[in-house]
């Protein structure tokens, strides 16, 4: 029976190592008001109507559809608006028979669907979101992209929803199920047809370096924090200084034990290998004043390794070598971060040259990437993507779970 439990668990714990894969989060949240307004009735409301009509101008019948999930905030709340990857609004075209095309944009004032009129609807809009030439023809399912304004809300900007109205010379329509329709439908996360929103998470935070210099014993009293290259080389011993000094506050609501992987990651310009040796700074310094004569005090983390070849090269923050912390969790724990110091390996050949934050390539500055867990403080919403091991679905995977996947294991087998 022993043998038996520690095969069980071999396979749970097999499971689990697989849900810390990266993959993205998807958040589904509904529409809950909705509702078109058009030209030529210019004073009926239709926000009770189970059906939405989209058309394109023509004197005297233009319409104009509006949209709002106002458990959007909500839905979102353990996500940052640099985590969004894309934002979807989709809608069933009850017919598909005319390919609309149009502009989404933001609505900048509030509305509700059971007062709105041609008559009252806002004068004027918010930021274009998006353009569209044509949804398709044929009944089904279509999407709008409504990233810019997911970004947008998740960023601070008041949510009143979006607009979306018809562009072109020719009469054309589209009917759409509104947020107040019975219609059931099997491809929607909630089982209707009606409209939602579909908002698609990396699970990783991006932190831009916001000071790095190099310093070297050749030229000890020369400050390097306003070159675009940083570099470290065993002759005159170069060293390179990076700090995302953003990193904890864009980790808020988040500890150690919620991060999966933690990279530095630099673009090294030099196509050979190199040995590296990474230093956790423990006092303050100054780009532009930071010399070799005023190094910073720093402690011995880890040797890292970076492959050959040029490009972009991960250096590990969320690893620990010969008993050393690593230095994501020391920073999470309360030690100030105050940065890395990274310097040549005394047995590497070669050493490493990196582009900084000063590059006129944006592209290729250096920045920290932090790969995240769902945040078990949204487990239960709307829409919640559980880990396949996540049997009592508390967004947790743990010995709870494996005593429900035994459970379950000895009654079907």
């Given at each position: 029976?022993?043998?038996?439990?520690?095969?069980l668990?071999?396979?749970?714990?097999?499971?689990?190592?697989?849900?810390?894969?990266?993959?993205?989060?998807?958040?589904?949240?509904k529409?809950?008001?909705?509702?078109?307004?058009?030209?030529w009735?210019?004073?009926?409301?239709?926000?009770?109507?189970?059906?939405?009509?989209?058309?394109?101008?023509?004197?005297?019948?233009?319409?104009?559809?509006?949209?709002?999930?106002?458990?959007?905030?909500?839905?979102?709340?353990?996500?940052?608006?640099?985590?969004?990857v894309?934002?979807?609004?989709?809608?069933?075209?009850?017919?598909?028979?005319?390919?609309?095309?149009?502009?989404?944009?933001?609505?900048?004032?509030?509305?509700?669907?059971?007062?709105?009129?041609?008559?009252?609807?806002?004068?004027?809009?918010g930021?274009?979101?998006?353009?569209?030439?044509?949804?398709?023809?044929?009944?089904?399912?279509?999407?709008?992209?409504?990233?810019?304004?997911?970004?947008?809300?998740?960023?601070?900007?008041?949510?009143?929803?979006?607009?979306?109205?018809?562009?072109?010379?020719?009469?054309?329509?589209?009917?759409?199920?509104?947020?107040e329709?019975?219609?059931?439908?099997?491809?929607?996360?909630?089982?209707?047809?009606?409209?939602?929103?579909?908002i698609?998470?990396?699970?990783?935070?991006?932190?831009?370096?916001?000071?790095?210099?190099?310093?070297?014993?050749?030229?000890?009293?020369?400050?390097?924090?306003a070159?675009?290259?940083?570099?470290?080389?065993?002759?005159g011993?170069?060293?390179?200084?990076?700090?995302?000094?953003?990193?904890?506050?864009?980790?808020?609501?988040?500890?150690?034990n919620?991060?999966?992987?933690?990279?530095?990651?630099v673009?090294?310009?030099?196509?050979?290998?190199?040995?590296?040796?990474?230093?956790?700074?423990?006092?303050?310094?100054?780009?532009?004043?930071?010399?070799?004569?005023?190094?910073?005090?720093?402690?011995?983390?880890?040797?890292?390794?970076?492959?050959?070849?040029?490009?972009?090269?991960?250096?590990?923050?969320?690893?620990?070598?010969?008993?050393?912390?690593?230095?994501?969790?020391?920073?999470?724990?309360?030690?100030?971060?105050?940065?890395?110091?990274?310097?040549?390996?005394p047995?590497?050949?070669?050493?490493?040259?990196?582009?900084?934050?000063?590059?006129?390539?944006?592209?290729?500055?250096?920045?920290?990437?932090?790969?995240?867990?769902?945040?078990?403080?949204?487990?239960?919403?709307?829409g919640?993507?559980?880990?396949?091991?996540?049997?009592?679905?508390?967004?947790?995977?743990?010995?709870?779970?494996?005593?429900?996947?035994?459970?379950?294991?000895?009654?079907?087998?």
């Amino acid at each position: 029976m022993k043998k038996f439990m520690c095969s069980l668990l071999s396979v749970f714990l097999l499971l689990m190592t697989a849900d810390t894969a990266f993959s993205n989060v998807k958040k589904y949240v509904k529409v809950d008001a909705d509702t078109y307004v058009a030209e030529w009735e210019p004073t009926v409301v239709h926000g009770a109507m189970d059906e939405l009509y989209a058309m394109y101008p023509q004197s005297g019948s233009h319409t104009e559809v509006f949209f709002k999930a106002g458990a959007f905030g909500t839905n979102t709340s353990c996500f940052t608006a640099d985590m969004v990857v894309q934002a979807k609004l989709w809608v069933y075209d009850k017919y598909g028979d005319d390919d609309l095309g149009g502009e989404v944009t933001m609505v900048n004032t509030t509305w509700g669907q059971s007062t709105l009129t041609w008559n009252n609807k806002p004068v004027t809009y918010g930021s274009l979101v998006y353009q569209f030439s044509g949804i398709g023809v044929g009944a089904g399912w279509k999407s709008f992209d409504i990233t810019i304004a997911a970004v947008s809300w998740l960023g601070g900007t008041t949510n009143n929803g979006v607009n979306i109205r018809g562009t072109g010379l020719w009469i054309k329509t589209s009917h759409w199920y509104s947020s107040e329709t019975v219609v059931a439908d099997a491809l929607s996360p909630f089982g209707t047809a009606a409209p939602y929103i579909e908002i698609e998470f990396a699970n990783q935070i991006k932190v831009p370096v916001d000071g790095d210099a190099w310093i070297s014993q050749e030229l000890y009293s020369t400050p390097g924090g306003a070159d675009d290259n940083l570099w470290y080389q065993n002759s005159g011993d170069w060293r390179v200084l990076l700090r995302a000094s953003t990193l904890i506050a864009q980790l808020v609501g988040h500890d150690f034990n919620d991060v999966v992987s933690a990279s530095l990651m630099v673009y090294n310009r030099k196509a050979d290998p190199s040995q590296g040796d990474m230093f956790l700074i423990t006092s303050p310094w100054d780009e532009s004043t930071v010399t070799y004569l005023e190094m910073p005090a720093a402690e011995d983390t880890w040797h890292n390794p970076i492959t050959s070849g040029t490009g972009w090269k991960a250096i590990d923050l969320n690893s620990s070598e010969n008993g050393n912390t690593n230095v994501i969790q020391r920073w999470l724990t309360g030690t100030p971060n105050y940065g890395i110091m990274l310097r040549m390996h005394p047995n590497s050949t070669y050493g490493a040259n990196f582009y900084s934050r000063e590059s006129t390539d944006v592209s290729k500055r250096p920045y920290i990437v932090i790969g995240l867990k769902p945040n078990p403080t949204c487990c239960g919403q709307e829409g919640t993507v559980y880990l396949p091991s996540d049997f009592n679905k508390d967004c947790k995977v743990n010995f709870a779970d494996f005593a429900i996947f035994t459970t379950e294991w000895l009654q079907n087998n």
